[in-house]
């Protein structure tokens, strides 16, 4: 049979052709790295319109909030950005006052990143991370993962920028996700294969690796989600 | 060829003053750009995989793409093709800049014509999986430019006007190139059939 190609036709046959889903790994691909942009976006927007300098540790934590917000996406399962963004999220200041205080260093490409705290329950295994370039230059961590004990890859939700939490140093909270199933053991490792300057635009790559062992915790409640709102609390 | 062959328009964005009410928020309020992001990714990223990107490589675009349009949101201007043309401009610059630091890709059919459309039976699938295969064929015989706009409007949903503006060309022009490109398209299945 002769098939019918019509303009219309070709048409139709077009659009079915180039209707392709998105494989859910390449949707959460993109997704953690637009929440990422955004989370960058809203600290330093943050920074601009408030002009803070946080005196004590204890505001600049709290400032996190804001920022840490935007890990939502690495506590709720599912959902699109839109709704990760606007629901709870994990204190920081919780995340803080529980981690384990690693404080390790390391220096690749001109840039040195600071392990200063990581955690692990369940779900999750949180690091908190610094990073200063030796040209000055406001930087971020880019890719990472984390691997557990077992061989684990634990791959890194959003990290949110936290203000200057040492010694004007940009920090930031990255969360990384379990897998399903699965429960983490220590000791961990922590790779670093690339930092971020200019808002996520230019990427280095480097490589830093941090190893460090933190018990179990048990899970980090979301914060209310009216804390997103709070950029000014003591 | 049938020059003057009537092309359907897709329905102009119903919502393009949203995108631009989103995108006026997020240049203040970044989170506003979640949205923003949720409501385009799909024609973003369909419209790379119709210009030849990989799996992997439509992400990392996608990704490019939704980065630079945030950090540039402030150049966006409301009222003007829309948030929808904007991006994929954006996302066409990412894989010209791409494709000249790799060297350019022809589109991937086994890629492309490997995935199985949802809800379709098996055979229904391989029948369809062979039009697409034999289309995308044609497809990646014409010109760039050819190519590009039919990724634009059957990837990318833009009409011949939006698509004007992204591609450099006028709105009269774009019509005429599709209908040429859609023209040779047709004219290649039938001597194939």
Redesign the interface.
Known sequence: MTPDTSGSDVETLLGRSFSLPIPVRSRDDIDRRVESAIASHTERRARQVRGFRFPTPARRLLLGVAAAALLTGTVAAGGTIFSRLIGGAPLMENVWDRATEIDQSSTDAGYTIHLERAAADREHVWVIVSVTAASGTEASTGRMRVIDANGVVIRPGTCAGTGDVFQGVSAALCGCNVPAGITPHGPYTLEVTSVTTDAGEIETPGHWTFTFDVPLTAPFNPGPASATVRPDAP | M?LT?R??EPLALADAPLDDRLAAEAR????A???L??RH??RV??YL??RGAN??G???L???T???A??HIDRYRPGGSGFGPWLLRIARNAFVDAGRRRGNRSLDLDE?TG?A??GRSPEETAI?AE??RR??SF?AQLPDVQRDA??L???GGLSSREIAPVIGKSEAATKKLLTRS??T??EA??ND?
């Open positions: 049938e062959q092309i359907a203040t309020d970044p989170k750009f979640a949205p992001y949720e990714v799909e990223y369909r995989r119709a799996e992997d439509a992400a990392e996608a990704a490019l939704f980065e630079r945030l950090s492309v995935l459309a949802p369809g039009e697409r289309i995308l497809v039919l990724a409007r059957f990837a859609l023209a398209l047709k299945m039938r059939a």
